[in-house]
C-alpha cells in the first residue's frame, strides 16, 4: 500500500476498527517516511460498469484522472485530489452497492469537486453533463450562486445568533440549516478520513 502523499511504499497501521454495519474494516495507517495519516479500508470488491457493459475494479486513480484536467491551472492540490477521490469512494461504498455505473461515478464526483473548486466543478459539469449552450452555464451558476448565497445567509445568521441564542430560531430558514448540516457534516468526513 504506497502512502498517498509521498508514494513511500511502506506504511504503519496505527489503528484497526470494524464499521459500524460491519461491512468493512478501516485501518487508520501512519508513513514513517512523510510522517502522514491516512485510511484505508478493506472491504468486498466494488466494480464500476462500463457504457460497454464491462465491469472493472474501482480505482481512485482514475477518479483522479477524471477530475484532474478539469483542475488544471487552479489552486488544487495533489492532496486535495487524492481527498476527493477517497471521498467519491467512501460515498459509494457507504450505498453499500458492489456495482454502480461509470456515469454515476461521474455524478458523486460533481459533489466534493463542487466545494473544491467551483470554477473546476464548472469545468467538469460541462464536459460530463454535456453542456450545450451558454444557458447551460448560466443554469449551472446560477445554482452555485444560490447554494453560496444559503451558505452565506447560514453563516451570518449563525454569527447574527451569538448574543441572542433562543430568542429567534425562526430566523434561520430550514433550507440554510440542512446546508450548514451537510457542510459540517462533509467537513467532518474530510477530516475523520485523514
Ligand atoms: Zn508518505
Known amino acids: 500500500m504506497y502512502c498517498p502523499f509521498c508514494r513511500n511504499p511502506d506504511s504503519r497501521v496505527v489503528d484497526s476498527r470494524?464499521?459500524?454495519?460491519?461491512?468493512?474494516?478501516?485501518?487508520r495507517r501512519q508513513c514513517p517516511e512523510c510522517g502522514r495519516r491516512f485510511t484505508t479500508v478493506e472491504t468486498t470488491s466494488l466494480s464500476v460498469i462500463k457504457r460497454s457493459g464491462v465491469g472493472e475494479p474501482f480505482s481512485r486513480s482514475k477518479v483522479i484522472n477524471g477530475v484532474r484536467k478539469a483542475c488544471q491551472g487552479r489552486p488544487v492540490s495533489e492532496d486535495d485530489l487524492a481527498m476527493l477521490a477517497q471521498e467519491v469512494e467512501e460515498n459509494i461504498r457507504a450505498s453499500g452497492a458492489a456495482e454502480i455505473d461509470a456515469h454515476e461515478v461521474g455524478l458523486i464526483i460533481l459533489g466534493p469537486l463542487q466545494k473544491l473548486d467551483k470554477v473546476a466543478y464548472?469545468?467538469?459539469?460541462?464536459?460530463?453533463?454535456?453542456?450545450?449552450?451558454?444557458?447551460?452555464?448560466?443554469?449551472?451558476?446560477?445554482?452555485?450562486?444560490?447554494?453560496?448565497?444559503?451558505?452565506?445567509?447560514?453563516?451570518?445568521?449563525?454569527?447574527?445568533?451569538?448574543?441572542?441564542?433562543?430568542?429567534?430560531?425562526?430566523?434561520?430558514?430550514?433550507?440554510?440549516?440542512?446546508?450548514?448540516?451537510?457542510?459540517?457534516?462533509a467537513k467532518n468526513t474530510a477530516k475523520s478520513t485523514l
Open 18 to 27: 470494524m464499521a459500524d454495519d460491519g461491512s468493512a474494516i478501516r485501518r
Open 122 to 185: 464548472l469545468r467538469f459539469a460541462s464536459v460530463y453533463q454535456a453542456f450545450e449552450s451558454l444557458e447551460d452555464f448560466e443554469s449551472a451558476i446560477a445554482l452555485l450562486r444560490h447554494e453560496s448565497d444559503v451558505e452565506a445567509k447560514a453563516t451570518t445568521s449563525k454569527a447574527e445568533g451569538k448574543g441572542s441564542e433562543g430568542k429567534s430560531p425562526e430566523v434561520r430558514s430550514p433550507e440554510a440549516k440542512n446546508t450548514e448540516a451537510k457542510n459540517t457534516e
